[in-house]
T-cell receptor, first 114, second 117 residues
């Protein structure tokens, strides 16, 4: 089983709809992240959480909110989706005790907002 | 200002040859880490190699090596003996903020590598 899972893997929605992307991890990591990837722009950080009670905005948080329901779960919400939120979304995790290790990425969620 | 710069939007290499993908970075943090990731057309992010700012030697992982030139703030990825399966997007990323406990990754825009048979 994958260590970092994301649901759904693909989603098509309409402008104005609320949508939630979910991330779960079995690695026991304390830190979790949400990124979006747009063609030609690399990955950009939306929100990150260093533990259940610690939520921080990233580079591009406008239009998004998050919830850290448990150490293993970190959800990203688009309250009112708009077409320029069409992107590939990644969840990632890391261990604060092992900074030399990579972040571990989920498989990604492809979101299309019509 | 960009913290990670990858100046090569696209690169081509012949199978079995070596290729260097460029990455320069900008930080004032004395403690940082540099990562390279591969993203095939399927979309997943695959970790390749890591270099810490205090590491004395260049990192190597199989056919991947990192040419770390600290004074020039460059961390180029070298892929030896290219294979067709190396065709993908490659991202350089930097972890900074370790002093303040606010570690996060900053990514470059990527280089698309195409390996020709």
């Amino acid at each position: 089983d994958a260590d970092v899972t994301q649901t759904p893997r693909n989603r098509i929605t309409k402008t104005g709809k609320r949508i939630m992307l979910e991330c779960s991890q079995t690695k026991g990591h304390d830190r979790m992240y949400w990124y979006r990837q747009d063609p030609g722009l690399g990955l950009r950080l939306i929100y990150y959480s260093f533990d259940v009670k610690d939520i921080n905005k990233g580079e591009i948080s406008d239009g998004y909110s998050v919830s850290r329901q448990a150490q293993a779960k970190f959800s990203l919400s688009l309250e009112s989706a708009i077409p320029n939120q069409t992107a590939l979304y990644f969840c990632a995790t890391s261990d604060r005790r092992r900074l030399q290790e990579t972040q571990y990425f989920g498989p990604g969620t492809r979101l299309l907002v019509l | 200002a960009q913290k990670i710069t990858q100046t090569q939007p696209g690169m081509f290499v012949q199978e079995k040859e070596a290729v260097t993908l460029d990455c320069t970075y900008d930080t004032s943090d004395p403690s940082y880490g540099l990562f390279w990731y591969k993203q095939p057309s399927s979309g997943e992010m695959i970790f390749l190699i890591y270099q810490g700012s205090y590491d004395q030697q260049n990192a190597t992982e199989g056919r991947y090596s990192l040419n770390f030139q600290k004074a020039r703030k460059s961390a180029n990825l070298v892929i030896s003996a290219s294979q067709l399966g190396d065709s993908a997007m490659y991202f350089c990323a930097m972890r900074e903020g370790s002093q303040g406990g606010s570690e996060k990754l900053v990514f470059g825009k990527g280089t698309k590598l195409t390996v020709n048979p």
